[in-house]
T-cell receptor
């Protein structure tokens, strides 16, 4: 199993550009999450999905969009990049969202918006 | 509201024992996780507590007191490779997606 994979690992965008951060998992997990991590700050939830076709907002969704057409894939879309979106983005997945089920994290995407 | 507090930084020496504390306030507590995160890498799962008491896993132990909103991670026989950030996270069923609420992390530096 590859676990949770993310592409790209690094990206530099100009203000106003758009891009899609890719995330895939091969563990047949129902739940998938997108977090951002800023220096000295905790991970903040952007969007999550409880299964194919179902997504919802987290704590900091503004400026982002997601889709979940398959169980495996959960891409994150930035439409009009802003410097405030400079961050490290982590995708995570879990089988369920209760009790022991831990979240497995991907390696992250480091995004810089200039 | 939801709030998780843990120390920003700690230092220790090889072979020593270190305790990283975490206090939390949440509306719908449904378990507490500890994750380890090496610089530039993804968080990896260390431990989970949902009932009061101590959970031991090799050199790592985690304790929970729900009535006090308190947990600690205990690392024994410290090694250089334990230098990392340790994240306390609470699962809160009142949050969107029963999400994990993360603390800001404790950066542990282990010296020889």
């Amino acid at each position: 199993n590859a676990g949770v994979t993310q592409t790209p690992k690094f990206r530099i965008l100009k203000i106003g550009q758009s891009m899609t951060l890719q995330c895939a998992q091969d563990m047949n997990h129902n739940y998938m999450y997108w977090y951002r991590q800023d220096p000295g700050m905790g991970l903040k939830l952007i969007y999550y999905s409880v299964g194919a076709g179902i997504t919802d907002k987290g704590e900091v969704p503004n400026g982002y969009n997601v889709s979940r057409s398959t169980t495996e894939d959960f891409p994150l879309r930035l439409e009009l990049a802003a410097p405030s979106q400079t961050s490290v983005y982590f995708c995570a997945s879990s089988y369920e969202a209760d009790s022991y089920n831990e979240q497995f994290f991907g390696p992250g995407t480091r995004l810089t918006v200039l | 509201g939801q709030n998780i507090d843990q120390p920003t930084e700690m230092t220790a020496t090889e072979g020593a024992i270190v305790q990283i504390n975490c206090t939390y306030q949440t509306s719908g507590f449904n378990g507490l996780f500890w994750y380890q995160q090496h610089a530039g890498e993804a968080p990896t799962f260390l431990s989970y507590n949902v009932l009061d008491g101590l959970e031991e896993k090799g050199r790592f132990s985690s304790f929970l007191s729900r009535s006090k909103g308190y947990s600690y991670l205990l690392l024994k026989e410290l090694q250089m490779k334990d230098s990392a950030s340790y994240l306390c996270a609470v699962r809160d069923f009142s949050q969107a997606g029963t999400a994990l609420i993360f603390g800001k992390g404790t950066t542990l530096s282990v010296s020889s």
